[in-house]
């Protein structure tokens, strides 16, 4: 990893910023919105209440979790699975939680961090800064953060996707529940889960500790540009209903300074549940089931593979971990369980199979590029904190996590429906940060979102990989997702008076739709918000008889007894914004869903 060979007389001076601070350890958040911006008051930066371990050893017990006893195994520490788990847990369950990879923050275990960090409980999953880290230094990394038998860009690690992606918090709005899901999971129904995800990871667009804003000039212009395109401002944490030419700051799940999120709010800063046990680097392979009723797990521990037995099962291994997990275990599409069995994962005989349309139609955001140019912004370098950090921004992060290193870059967001024939309409998100190469320059990228028709499927290839079949991106018959994009892609743009932002001319002609069209095609690219892979429906969707739904709306899966799913997979559509607040609120549903069904033993 290349690390930059610092003097060693720094060394005192940074130990002095890694003493306790003499400031409380009790934390509240105050949120006071005037004028459409949200200050977050923070008064300390208190330890975890999860102590991190001594090593990358994670487990309570030296030789790994009890083999027994347990009420429910939670496969997958990621987004959903980490609330699932601590939620079941608070209800009085015992609860062991399973995660593939290693730890990530500096509190749960982690110990990846540049040389000017090594004397701070801080690591790249921490800092905002080096949120992009991860993902373009993946190679230089002894204990893997990716998940090295999937094509796409899958974490493996304790947190998954909530530890390596920028962190930005949207509440759906209420119409995307109404719209797309059953009965018992309508906006009424998911109050009270998207309160407790906002009330344990609450989202602000600032993230410094002692309130003020870095790198956000490029705000300004863009706000007078959208204002007189007739898009209303508003207040992204509070106004999350409005998602029709509204735009405001970007948010995260910010808290002291640091990356939040569901490893925070839900585990490392909760008091610890001792029905709770996290056990990570175990490889889970496939489920031991007597027809519909799961007896538990095989997994490998440290090179040891054994049986973990509990009374139900909960699959949180996100859309690239839970299919094949399934497809192991005699569940899923008729091919693919051919082909599992081929590979040896399957040993279930072909009378046991349980035929579902696991791993069918799955989404992904597809990216547009647009780069607008404006004299006044300055280029922001989110690598330079790992690379080549500037020493008083190391100070200021270090002593009380304040200064740009505390900022990712991700400034303003703004969505707009656009009608595309056919009574159908797509949800496009843009969201806009100055450039981290040139200065003048903005690059505003269009994510179409909710509405969005095109999926592929989660297949494995003949040698056990895991991949994708078919092109996610703008290959519904009808046409409409690449419309959406070529319709959006110049709005912005467009709006040249005023002293607004102008086009890039570099990147495509405006006037020319045909032109613009086959632009958006060329250059899309994906998000990794990969969805809908074991789909939530009612039992008249049931997918044993042929309908498009794998769980119920119990989050159970159709045709077993005690096998239920909590991740990503479950949308039934995409979501309008980046979906790690869907996936939360997801983790808290299934579990009040689960809880609720009881143990049937």
């Known amino acids: 990893m290349p690390f930059r060979v610092r003097d060693l007389r720094h060394r005192d001076r940074r130990q002095r910023h890694a003493?306790?601070?003499?400031?409380?350890?009790?934390?509240?958040?105050?949120?006071?919105?005037?004028?459409?911006?949200?200050?977050?008051?923070?008064?300390?930066?208190?330890?975890?209440?999860?102590?991190?371990?001594?090593?990358?050893?994670?487990?309570?017990?030296?030789?790994?979790?009890?083999?027994?006893?347990w009420d429910y195994i939670v496969v997958g520490a990621g987004a959903a699975g980490i609330v699932t788990a601590?939620?079941?847990?608070?209800?009085?369950?015992?609860?062991?939680?399973?995660?593939?990879?290693?730890?990530?923050?500096?509190?749960?275990?982690?110990?990846?961090?540049?040389?000017?960090?090594?004397?701070?409980?801080?690591?790249?999953?921490d800092l905002w800064s080096l949120a992009g880290i991860p993902s373009t230094t993946r190679g230089d990394l002894t204990d893997p953060v990716f998940c090295s038998q999937v094509t796409e860009l899958a974490a493996c690690i304790l947190g998954g996707g909530s530890a390596v992606n920028a962190g930005q918090h949207f509440r759906p709005p209420d119409r995307y529940w109404d719209r797309y899901y059953p009965d018992g999971w309508k906006a009424a129904d998911m109050v009270a889960a998207q309160e407790e995800v906002a009330a344990r990871c609450p989202a602000s667009h600032v993230t410094s500790t002692d309130g003020k804003e870095y790198h956000i000039e490029i705000y300004e212009p863009l706000r007078g540009a959208l204002l007189a395109m007739n898009f209303t401002e508003v207040t992204t944490e509070i106004e999350y209903n409005?998602?029709?030419?509204?735009?405001?700051?970007?948010?995260?799940?910010?808290?002291?300074?640091?990356?939040?999120?569901?490893?925070?709010?839900?585990?490392?800063?909760?008091?610890?549940?001792?029905?709770?046990?996290?056990?990570?680097?175990?490889?889970v392979d496939n489920l031991v089931r007597e027809h519909g009723f799961i007896v538990g797990v095989n997994a490998t521990y440290h090179g040891a593979r054994n049986l973990y037995k509990s009374k139900a099962v909960?699959?949180?291994?996100?859309?690239?971990?839970?299919?094949?997990?399934?497809?192991?275990?005699?569940?899923?599409?008729?091919?693919?369980?051919?082909?599992?069995?081929q590979l040896g994962r399957n040993n279930y005989k072909p009378e046991e199979?349980?035929?579902?349309?696991?791993?069918?139609?799955?989404?992904?955001?597809?990216?547009?590029?647009?780069?607008?140019?404006?004299?006044?912004?300055?280029?922001?370098?989110?690598?330079?904190?790992?690379?080549?950090?500037?020493?008083?921004?190391?100070?200021q992060v270090l002593a009380n996590r304040t200064g740009p290193y505390t900022f990712y870059g991700r400034v303003l967001v703004l969505w707009q429906d656009i009608p595309v024939g056919?009574?159908?309409?797509?949800?496009?998100?843009?969201?806009?940060?100055?450039?981290?190469s040139t200065n003048g320059r903005i690059s505003c990228p269009w994510y179409i979102g909710e509405g969005l028709s095109s999926s592929a499927d989660v297949v494995y290839t003949t040698d056990g990989r895991i991949t994708l079949r078919g092109n996610a991106y703008f290959s519904d018959p009808a046409g409409n997702d690449l419309l959406a994009a070529a319709t959006l892609a110049p709005r912005l743009s467009r709006r040249r008076d005023g002293g607004g932002p102008a086009p890039d001319p570099a990147a495509y002609n405006v006037s020319d739709v045909g032109a613009l069209m086959r632009y958006v095609n060329a250059t899309r690219r994906g998000n990794n918000h990969w969805q809908g892979?074991?789909?939530?429906?009612?039992?008249?969707?049931?997918?044993?008889?042929?309908?498009?739904?794998?769980?119920?709306?119990?989050?159970?899966?159709?045709?077993?007894?005690n096998l239920y799913v909590s991740d990503a997979g479950i949308a039934t559509r995409m979501t309008t914004s980046n979906p790690v607040y869907m996936i939360m609120s997801f983790g808290e549903k299934c579990a009040e869903r689960i809880h609720g069904r009881g143990l049937r033993i």
Request: proline share 8%.
């Open 19 to 69: 003493q306790p601070l003499s400031l409380p350890a009790a934390v509240r958040l105050a949120a006071i919105a005037t004028a459409g911006l949200l200050n977050l008051l923070l008064t300390a930066v208190p330890t975890a209440a999860h102590p991190a371990p001594d090593s990358n050893s994670t487990s309570a017990e030296p030789d790994g979790a009890a083999l027994d006893g």
């Open 86 to 125: 601590a939620r079941l847990a608070e209800r009085g369950n015992k609860v062991l939680l399973l995660e593939r990879g290693g730890p990530s923050m500096c509190d749960s275990g982690g110990r990846w961090q540049a040389d000017w960090m090594k004397d701070a409980p801080l690591t790249a999953f």
């Open 242 to 283: 409005k998602k029709e030419k509204a735009f405001g700051r970007d948010v995260f799940y910010t808290v002291r300074g640091q990356r939040g999120g569901p490893l925070r709010g839900y585990y490392l800063d909760r008091p610890p549940i001792p029905n709770l046990h996290l056990q990570m680097y175990t490889k």
């Open 314 to 341: 909960v699959l949180s291994a996100g859309v690239f971990g839970t299919s094949p997990l399934l497809f192991n275990s005699g569940i899923g599409p008729e091919d693919m369980l051919q082909l599992a069995a």
């Open 353 to 395: 199979w349980i035929i579902s349309p696991v791993g069918k139609g799955v989404y992904d955001n597809p990216s547009i590029p647009v780069q607008l140019n404006h004299p006044s912004v300055k280029l922001y370098n989110v690598t330079e904190a790992w690379y080549s950090p500037q020493e008083p921004f190391e100070d």
């Open 422 to 436: 056919n009574g159908t309409v797509v949800t496009a998100q843009s969201i806009c940060s100055p450039s981290t």
């Open 533 to 561: 892979s074991t789909k939530l429906g009612s039992a008249d969707e049931d997918g044993t008889k042929g309908g498009r739904a794998v769980v119920d709306s119990d989050c159970r899966v159709f045709g077993t007894e």
